[in-house]
């Protein structure tokens, strides 16, 4: 693939990526509650998603693939179902028994699987993310002369622009976090971060 398309691809992908969503809402809210490393299954998850979608554009399926409403509506309401659960959890959390044995309310207790599945049904039923890859990608890239080497190349750009998108998202989440030690403020924190992950399921289950 030339270098012009690949960048154009990646500065497209990046503005994209950049565009505040329920995906970099529920990372935020994820990364308020939990910390940084915590979140980052989350982020893995919406990376795979977007793979998916490249996957589906490369392969011609947008058509086929834009016509499953139900199938995505399902995806929607499962995504959002689990961010509220998230949500409720950071509601319920002690600050106190936190900062006694200095882990969040959704750390890695809660495991890596769940955040991870999260995070992945964020992205496949996020609107934005299908309008891009299966509507306004074909019209960046060729995509009827891509080649193997040329996916692999478009893949690795997915992955490094909106792992750095979202990271830096998280970055000054975590910078955030960090300013409420104590229990009273953790409790508080909690509550945003709460309020966030709601606000995001409410996003993805409303979205058409």
Known sequence: MEWMGLFTFAAALAVAAAIPG??????????LGAGFRPALPMIFGLILGDLVYLTAAALG?????????TLFMVIRWAGAAYLVYLAIRLFMAR???????MRGPLSARS?????FLAGFLVTLG??????FYLA????IVDLGG????????M?????LVVLGVVCGYAALAARARRLFENPAARRILNRIAGATMMGAAAAIATRS
């Open 22 to 31: 329920p995906g970099i809402a529920a990372v935020v809210a994820r990364v």
């Open 95 to 101: 600050p106190e028994a936190e900062a006694l044995s």
């Open 136 to 139: 306004l990608l074909p019209t």
């Open 61 to 69: 399926l947008g058509v086929i693939a834009t016509s499953f409403g």
């Open 146 to 153: 891509l080649t193997a080497l040329g996916f692999a190349e």
């Open 126 to 131: 996020n609107p934005k993310v299908i309008l």
């Open 111 to 115: 495991g890596r699987t769940g955040p």
């Open 155 to 159: 893949s690795t750009v997915v992955f």
